[in-house]
T-cell receptor, first 113, second 114 residues
Framework: GAGVSQSPSNKVTEKGKDVELRCDPI?????LYWYRQSLGQGLEFLIY????????KSGLPSDRFSAERTGGSVSTLTIQRTQQEDSAVYLC???????????FGSGTRLTVV | AQTVTQSQPEMSVQEAETVTLSCTYD???????LFWYKQPPSRQMILVIR??????QNATENRFSVNFQKAAKSFSLKISDSQLGDTAMYFC???????????FGKGTSLLVTP
C-alpha cells in the first residue's frame, strides 16, 4: 500500500481482556517496528522484525505482550490480560532497513477501562 | 546504551519567527544517524530531516535545518519562518546502524502562534 496502515485506530477494552493490534507495512519494506507512546512520553521501543531474522523482543515490557509477523508482511501485536497501564498509543513503522528513516502509521489508541 | 535528551518539553514561537529545538545524545559509536520527526495532532509521525554522522555538512530541508555538533553530541533543529502548521510534537531520534531500532527522545511540544 501507499503507507503504513494500522487498525483499529481506537480501541477501548475492559481490564483483563486480550487485544490484537494490526499493522500493514509498506510493500517491500523488510523491517517493521512497534513502539508505545504513553501520554506525555516519548516513543518506547517494543519489538523489531527484520526480514527472516529472529525478532528483537528486548523492549517488550512483560510476557503479556507478544507480536508476530506473518509472511514478512502484516504484523499483529497482542496484549493479554490488559491492565490500565497498557493504555497508550501503539505506533507501527516500517522501513527498508537502510538508515533512511521509518514510515509510521497513524497508531492505535488503546484505552483500558 | 544510547540515550537521547530533549531538554525543552514545550516551546512557543510567533508565526514567521525562527525557533531552535535542542537535542543531545550519548553514544560511544563513531558512525550513526540522527533524525527529527514531527508528530502533529493527527498522530502521524513525519520524518523532517536526517543527518549522517560522518558528514560534516549540516542537513537542510527547505525551512528546516540542523546544527550538528559531533564533538558536543548535539543535534538541534532550526525552523525558519515558522508557520501555524508547524505546531506539533518534535522528536529527536538516534540510529547506530541497521539491525537496531531508532531510539527517541521524549519530545518537544512546539506551538506556533499568530
Amino acid at each position: 500500500g501507499a503507507g503504513v496502515s494500522q487498525s483499529p485506530s481506537n480501541k477501548v477494552t475492559e481490564k483483563g481482556k486480550d487485544v490484537e493490534l494490526r499493522c500493514d507495512p509498506i510493500s517491500g519494506h523488510t523491517a517493521l517496528y512497534w513502539y508505545r507512546q504513553s501520554l506525555g512520553q516519548g516513543l518506547e521501543f517494543l519489538i523489531y522484525f527484520q526480514g527472516n531474522s529472529a525478532p528483537d523482543k528486548s523492549g517488550l515490557p512483560s510476557d503479556r505482550f507478544s507480536a508476530e509477523r506473518t509472511g514478512g508482511s502484516v504484523s499483529t501485536l497482542t496484549i493479554q490480560r490488559t491492565q490500565q497501564e497498557d493504555s497508550a498509543v501503539y505506533l507501527c513503522a516500517s522501513s527498508l532497513g537502510d538508515n533512511d528513516g521509518y514510515t509510521f502509521g497513524s497508531g492505535t489508541r488503546l484505552t483500558v477501562v | 546504551a544510547q540515550t537521547v535528551t530533549q531538554s525543552q518539553p514545550e516551546m512557543s514561537v510567533q508565526e514567521a519567527e525562527t525557533v531552535t529545538l535542542s537535542c543531545t545524545y550519548d553514544t560511544s559509536e563513531n558512525n550513526y544517524y540522527l533524525f527529527w520527526y514531527k508528530q502533529p495532532p493527527s498522530r502521524q509521525m513525519i520524518l523532517v530531516i536526517r543527518q549522517e554522522a560522518y558528514k560534516q555538512q549540516n542537513a537542510t530541508e527547505n525551512r528546516f535545518s540542523v546544527n550538528f555538533q559531533k564533538a558536543a553530541k548535539s543535534f538541534s533543529l532550526k525552523i525558519s519562518d515558522s508557520q501555524l502548521g508547524d505546531t506539533a510534537m518534535y522528536f529527536c531520534a538516534f540510529d547506530i546502524n541497521s539491525g537496531y531500532a531508532l531510539n527517541f527522545g521524549k519530545g518537544t511540544s512546539l506551538l506556533v502562534t499568530p
